[in-house]
Every structure is written in structure tokens, then in C-alpha cells.
């Protein structure tokens, strides 16, 4: 049980252009996602907290215009990253808690490799 | 805000040998521990986390950790690696849902 998929798993586009990457709770219902970056040989950056049914909240520093975060059901949160920029190029995960659970766990998606040319 | 530090960056054994890689948080309060292990091209995966109750708490593959409160520390300790364990180690911390990650330790083990 809990596992949280995360599609795609690699994308590159071109500068300019809009992404979205789709994080799934396939056997869970989740309230909260969360999304974070990952850049090379560092650790998880806390970008955003997905909220069900309502805006996401982001940490200081995440452009919530440049990092659009949909929350539309208890399984499913987006990202959109929009007008890409190499910069952004990134390693990208998602994790979700099981609500019925508590909350205190989360599980993570396997992540989703951007590159910007 | 909490943090996390963990003390070793990267950390080389030799099979066998016995690890310990450091963690210490910066929270006052009630908070959820976790280490995370992720293998070359893989996702993170939970090793182990303690909530509450005994402090020394075991996860999969051999892997144990002891909470002791008064140090703030969560430290994740192996007494035999294995080349597998091969791995970046990641220690969080969890409140009201949140988590937040050190940096992260990079293990190599040499056969």
C-alpha cells in the first residue's frame, strides 16, 4: 500500500514552454501533498504544500506564478512549471500523507527529471 | 523554523565495517523523525522513523536509530554494511505534517 506515482518520470522541452507533472496517491487518499526540488548531490527543497480544495501554500522564495500547484482531488496534485527556463532544470518530487492515517508518514513519488533547452 | 544537520557529507567504509551517520534538529516541540535511504537512481525510500515510545527504533535491512531528546539527535547506526547499503542517507524531521531534510549523507562502501 501507499504508493504515490508521479507522471512523467523525464521531460525536456524548450525554453519558454509550459510542463506539468501529475503526482498520483494510487491506494490513498491524501489532503496534503507536498512538492519539492532536488538538485544534484543535495538534499529535498521544500517548494510547496498542496492543499485539497484550496491554494497551495509555498515557502519563501518558490514563485507561485512560475510554479503553478493544483490540488483538484484527494489523489491527484499538479505542478506546472510555466515559461521554463534552463535554471529550472531539476530533479522534481512529490510525497502525499495518508489522511485516514494520521498524517504523520509520507510517502514519496519517484520523481520527475526536468531539462530545459 | 526547524532544521536538520547532518554532521558527515560523505562517508567511506569497507564491507563490514560498523556505521554510524549524525543527526541533530533544531525544534522545541513535538516532532516525527525519519531516515530516508536512496540508491542510485532510485526514489526515496523510508528506512525507519520513530513517532513515539521506545527511543531505539529498527528498520529494514538491519538499520536502527536511537532518539535521544536531549540532545535533539536521531542518529542512524548499521553494525555490518554491505556493499548494497551503497546509498545517500537522508534524516527529517516532521511537524504538523511538514517535513524538512538535512543534506544529506552519501555512503560508499568498498568490497
Known amino acids: 500500500g501507499a504508493v504515490v506515482s508521479q507522471h512523467p518520470s523525464r521531460v525536456i522541452c524548450k525554453s519558454g514552454t509550459s510542463v506539468k507533472i501529475e503526482c498520483r496517491s494510487l491506494d490513498f487518499q491524501a489532503t496534503t501533498m507536498f512538492w519539492y526540488r532536488q538538485f544534484p548531490k543535495q538534499s529535498l527543497m521544500l517548494m510547496a504544500t498542496?492543499?485539497?480544495?484550496?491554494?497551495?501554500?509555498?515557502e519563501q522564495g518558490v514563485e507561485k506564478d512560475k510554479f503553478l500547484i493544483n490540488h483538484a482531488s484527494l489523489t491527484l496534485s499538479t505542478l506546472t512549471v510555466t515559461s521554463a527556463h534552463p535554471e529550472d532544470s531539476s530533479f522534481y518530487i512529490c510525497?502525499?500523507?495518508?489522511?485516514?492515517?494520521?498524517?504523520?508518514?509520507?510517502?514519496f513519488g519517484p520523481g520527475t527529471r526536468l531539462t530545459v533547452t | 523554523a526547524q532544521s536538520v544537520s547532518q554532521h558527515n557529507h560523505h562517508v567511506i567504509l569497507s564491507e563490514a565495517a560498523s556505521l554510524e551517520l549524525g543527526c541533530n534538529y533544531s525544534y522545541g516541540g513535538t516532532v516525527n523523525l525519519f531516515w530516508y535511504v536512496q540508491y542510485p537512481g532510485q526514489h526515496l525510500q523510508l528506512l525507519l522513523k520513530y513517532f513515539s515510545g521506545d527511543p531505539l527504533v529498527k528498520g529494514i535491512k538491519g538499520f536502527e536509530a536511537e532518539f535521544i531528546k536531549s540532545k535533539f539527535s536521531f542518529n542512524l547506526r548499521k553494525p555490518s554494511v554491505q556493499w548494497s547499503d551503497t546509498a545517500e542517507y537522508f534524516c527529517a524531521v516532521n511537524h504538523a505534517g511538514k517535513s524538512t531534510f538535512g543534506d544529506g549523507t552519501t555512503l560508499t562502501v568498498k568490497p
Open positions: 498542496s492543499n485539497e480544495g484550496s491554494k497551495a501554500t509555498y
Open positions: 510525497s502525499a500523507s495518508d489522511t485516514l492515517a494520521g498524517g504523520h508518514e509520507q510517502y
